[in-house]
């Protein structure tokens, strides 16, 4: 049997016939020539942010489902009108900020065909039947309770007996092949709804006395993220404490998502902070039985998705269902807590980097011993927040 892939061998007696025809044709291709692409100039940080404010609402609206997708769909005129006025008017920088150069179109003259005697062999096989394999890679998929795994759509439907209150086969997950890459190594990933999510986070927890953290971006559709776990020296008098910290560089316009429901406080770091930050620090406390966790992401250049539920002196307040869009990081800049710049007493890090945001999770008991959060995984396989929710607000 014969796959697709390899070249195809015939025995000797099965050698192809040939024969010779008389060719009266001659072909002399044509003259390519190049014609200079555009140079688009760099995009002010102002017009960065707006477009990236504006593809965020898109995506969280279910309008497209990633920046590619926006941009793949804008260069073929499929978006919906009104936006793909927009798009029509604003491509150029759309294009520069993230990444798409123009093309360098390559022009071909008529090929010119003159009379030429000229003898070819022509090849006559023979009538040999050859099957093809056709090989489908099979996931070995953790199993989860409630639900089972399709394997020719890659995803998790929901069986009738499910504790998530998700009807039958409805799509609860999804399995993604090389999601993301962490600490320098690619790696698959799992999509999970965010009522799955949350049941399992509680069970875990009950059983284990675990807290664990999904990854809160939706990597089946936010490609090239980039995820390094920090060793933290220092969390206010404590050396070398157990706390989860983990650095996230995305795409320019990527949405994060809350893992965790409840009022969360956001604040400017530069409230507490002895050096002058952009920093911004969106954090909320999780009260599990007697023990209370606490859970935060630190960002510079982003803005929240929602309306503020309570504005405050020191921080606002804004409340999230798990599953809600937080925020969107609006450009490449990085974050300086996780790159040591703030000398903060409260954290600093053995293995600094450059980060768009960062995430930190721990939980404290009774006594007031610290340990770390766990990132949400199902059989080392990591799992990330899998939304269907928008956000209610019109695009600038």
Not at 99 to 118: D, F, N, T
Not at 125 to 144: D, F, L
Not at 280 to 300: C, P, T
Not at 331 to 344: G, M, P, W
Request: aromatic share 8%; glycine share 6%; net charge negative.
């Amino acid at each position: 049997m014969v796959k697709g892939s390899e070249a195809r061998e015939y025995p000797e007696s099965v050698v192809p016939h040939t024969r010779e025809v008389k060719s009266q044709l001659k072909v002399i291709p044509g003259v390519v020539k190049e014609v200079e692409k555009e140079i688009i100039a760099k995009v002010p940080d102002k017009v960065q942010k707006k477009i990236a404010k504006k593809v965020a609402v898109y995506i969280v609206g279910g309008i497209v489902v990633s920046t590619g997708g926006f941009i793949a769909l804008g260069e073929t005129g499929n978006l919906p009108k009104q936006v793909q006025e927009w798009y029509d008017e604003t491509s150029q920088p759309i294009r520069k900020m993230f990444g798409v150069e123009e093309i360098v179109i390559k022009e071909e003259a008529p090929a010119i065909i003159v009379e030429k005697p000229e003898i070819v062999k022509e090849e006559i096989p023979p009538e040999t039947t050859i099957e093809e394999e056709v090989v489908e890679e099979i996931i070995n998929a953790p199993e989860i309770s409630g639900l089972k795994f399709d394997q020719r759509t890659k995803t998790y439907l929901a069986e009738a007996d499910n504790p998530y209150g998700l009807e039958a086969d409805a799509e609860a997950g999804v399995y993604v092949k090389e999601a993301v890459e962490v600490d320098s190594g690619i790696e698959d990933a799992i999509g999970l709804k965010p009522e799955v999510i949350e049941f399992i986070q509680k069970k875990i927890y009950e059983e284990k006395k675990d807290f664990v953290v999904a990854i809160p971006l939706n990597l089946k559709d936010t490609k090239g993220v980039k995820i390094s776990q920090l060793k933290c020296l220092q969390f206010s008098n404590e050396k070398q404490p157990d706390i989860l910290t983990l650095g996230i560089n995305v795409p320019v316009g990527s949405v994060f998502y809350a893992v965790y429901p409840g009022e969360y406080r956001f604040a400017p770091m530069k409230n507490f902070s002895p050096v002058e930050t952009e920093d911004k620090n969106l954090g909320i406390n999780i009260r599990l039985g007697s023990e209370l966790a606490l859970y935060f992401a630190d960002f510079s250049d982003g803005e929240i998705l929602i309306d503020v539920k309570e504005k405050g002196d020191y921080f606002d307040k804004y409340d999230f269902k798990i599953g809600d869009p937080m925020a969107v990081i609006l450009s490449e800049k990085t974050v300086d807590r996780t790159a040591n710049r703030l000398h903060d007493f409260n954290f600093s890090y053995e293995n600094p980097g450059e980060f768009q945001f960062s995430l930190g999770a721990y939980i404290r008991n009774e006594e007031g011993k610290i340990r770390s959060a766990e990132v949400f995984a199902l059989e080392d396989i990591k799992v990330f927040i899998l939304s269907s929710e928008t956000v209610h607000e019109e695009a600038d």
